[in-house]
């Protein structure tokens, strides 16, 4: 999809926030385009909910700024606000109420009124899919139906930015691809998403570009097939060699190249820091040296595999 050079509705501009000696966000610099869905992707304590928390102006940076529509996180909290609509990655306890009251006091709290409340409501029951379950009690509600009201709530004063963290976790295939689907239909409207998960395939579908951050910092933004082809020099091969397989065992185990090594068999499994290239190289090596080689064959990299390359050695 082509988006036009329009401003960016998420500007985020050298965030920096530490909690005393822990670099949580150090250095953080992205935006994210109107009708962009811009998919967070980072392990356990890389500063996804940091800078999201910063950006909703729940907390402010030690360092840096970050512009919502224009308007500074840290200067304009009030008007920042007003255009942002934040899904944080808990839901909370609520008792005795039910799914209109629970809409209508997020709508009130935005300071909205009268006929405008009832339907900006009612817009969000409906976009959510929750009009069939408006008196139904909050703690009633299933884990999908939650998240539904969460993402209903974040948009109850129709914000042109929307900060959603870890969405996605705990839900079953089908609710994950209803919330896919309205995060799409939010992002063709016309608004910014930008969106957390731990796991790259769940976000690759939807997100327009996807940045991985660890320890506090972008190791990489671009669309998928760009960090992809960014991680091409590296790969997971497989070699069976016949005969007595400790010689080449102690041949791999002297190479710098070749790291996780395993295996099964007489079938090694290997990591091989090079792109297509260097594997030929590495098959004509192992032919010279006198190996009678029966296989050889590089496994073709998963998203995982990109990411876990990409935040490699990384994680504090
Ligand atoms: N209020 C706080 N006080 C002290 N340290 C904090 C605080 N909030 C976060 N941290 C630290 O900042 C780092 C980043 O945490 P953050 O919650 O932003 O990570 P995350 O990417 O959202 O992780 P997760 O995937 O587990 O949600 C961690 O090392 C965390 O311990
Ligand atoms: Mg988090």
Not at 110 to 117: A, K, V
Not at 291 to 298: D, G, H, P
Request: net charge negative; hydrophobic share 40%.
């Amino acid at each position: 999809m082509v988006l036009s050079p329009r401003r960016p509705a998420v500007q985020v501009d050298r965030l920096h926030r530490y909690f005393g000696t822990t670099k949580a966000v150090q250095d953080l610099s992205f935006e994210v385009y109107p009708g962009e869905v811009f998919g967070y992707i980072g392990p356990n304590g890389a500063g996804k909910t940091t800078s999201m928390r910063i950006l909703a102006t729940l907390d402010e940076p030690t360092y840096g700024d970050a512009m919502v529509d224009g308007f500074s996180v840290v200067d304009d909290p009030d008007r920042v606000r007003k255009r942002l609509g934040f899904m944080p990655d808990y839901f909370g306890a609520y008792q005795n109420v039910n799914v209109r009251e629970y809409l209508d006091f997020f709508a009130r709290a935005y300071g909205l009124s009268g006929m405008e409340r009832t339907r900006a409501i009612d817009r969000v029951m409906e976009f959510t899919l929750l009009d069939r379950l408006a008196l139904k009690p909050i703690d009633g509600l299933s884990k999908g139906m939650k998240q539904r009201l969460c993402l209903g709530r974040t948009m109850i004063h129709d914000p042109s930015v929307l900060i959603l963290d870890e969405p996605a976790a705990g839900l079953d295939p089908r609710a994950r691809i209803e919330l896919r689907e309205m995060i799409a239909a939010v992002a063709a409207a016309g608004k910014a998403v930008l969106i957390s998960s731990h796991i790259l395939t769940e976000l690759a579908e939807i997100c327009h570009r996807v940045g991985i951050i660890e320890q506090g910092q972008l190791l990489a933004v671009g669309t998928v097939d760009e960090i992809s082809a960014s991680a091409e020099t590296i790969s997971r091969v497989r070699v069976r060699v016949l005969g007595d397989p400790s010689g080449l065992r102690s041949w791999f185990a002297a190479r710098g190249d070749v790291r996780d090594l395993e295996e099964s068999e007489g079938r090694f499994t290997l990591t091989h820091e090079g792109g297509p290239e260097e594997q030929a190289a590495l098959l004509r090596q192992i032919v010279s040296a006198g190996f009678a080689v029966i296989e050889f064959a590089s496994k073709t990299k998963s998203l995982e595999d990109v990411f876990l390359h990409v935040t490699e050695g990384r994680v504090q």
